[in-house]
């Protein structure tokens, strides 16, 4: 059953408005809600709340996507609590977690960044999954891009998620993998106007609401830069460690730096960096060319005493299969392309066991990937 868009948007405001408040106020007259979407029978929203309220306003947080969920027409609900004034998080490694780890359950928790977008990272990050997912490990994908989420479209994702026990998301599948994504929670049109605590409280929820049971390994699909949301994933979960994806030439590689000295500040091992759209091979003819430069982050990752993982080419089977929503390394698992992610995702696994037991990782992976 659908209903009729005005219909809906005057449900969800009365809805609100039943909600009392601790104080006794009701919320949709209260001024603490922002951002509120209601697209297509998905609905998002963000309460604000003083920071000392957190714990009161989790069960009004949850009445309110009871509510909300009971809705004729609503197909799904995303509601985050969020304090604007709250203070900023301290860069210390020392820095006390206060809560329970809500990835405690995942064996590795490694972030894929980079300082700029463009370059390539989501594409890396489901290539490297499924290439871990071929060496028999338990692999999920959380995109933490809450602007510009690309996972669906890159495991050619459709529908909504369902519950699982509780009221915890179950997490997508898609070729062996389990995904979370915020493209799958509201439309695919839907600008998220939101700000920066906002993002921090929606990542921090995609954590612990989603219901990822068991897994060897969660790849983190981080937004470009160094802010909110690199804060919330490191200082809200163990990371194992940190994989930095780079352009050849000096324009990426400058913010690049500014992720890796970001994870040293919290603590996070660098795993290493990876060379992306090293060079571009011509479908005509074949030959390569190196059209942002050649071997600029190999180098990079050697100043600064990095792994170097590998370089991955441009190629236009490679873009095609993205834009199919079936990976290259799904789609030709033997071929060049998903050589060079198996090859680079046992160099990283490699790194991050050599770490845990104290060791030095190689700082560059023998053998000629490209």
Known sequence: MSAHPSTLDDDVRAALDGV???????????????????????ISLSIQIEAQEAAAFKTTRDMVETRLRALPGVTSVFAVLTSERAAPPKLSPLTPKAKPDPLAGIRHVIAVASGKGGVGKSTTTVNLALALRAQGLTVGILDADIYGPSLPTLLGLHGKPGMADGRKLKPMQAFGLKAMSMGLLVDAETAMVWRGPMVMSAITQMMADVDWGALDVLLVDMPPGTGDAQLALAQGTKLAGAVIV??????????????????RKVD?????????????????????????????????????????????????????????????TARAPDGPLG????????????????????????????????
């Open 20 to 42: 009392t408040l601790p104080d006794g106020t009701g919320l949709g007259a209260s001024g603490r809600v922002t951002g509120l979407s209601v697209t297509g029978g998905r």
């Open 246 to 263: 780079s352009t050849p030439q000096d324009l990426s590689l400058i913010d690049a730096r500014r992720g890796i000295t970001m994870f």
């Open 268 to 328: 996070v091992p660098i795993l290493g960096i990876i060379e992306n759209m090293s060079h571009f091979i011509c479908p005509d003819c074949g030959s390569s060319h190196a059209i942002f430069g050649q071997g600029g982050a190999e180098q990079e990752a050697a100043r600064l005493g990095v792994p170097y993982l590998g370089a991955v080419p441009l190629t236009q089977a490679l873009r095609v299969a993205s834009d199919a929503g079936q990976p290259i």
């Open 339 to 370: 050589q060079i992610y198996q090859q680079i995702a046992r160099a990283m696994m490699a790194g991050l066991n050599a770490a845990g037991a104290g060791q030095s990782p190689a700082l560059k992976l023998t053998g000629d990937l490209t």
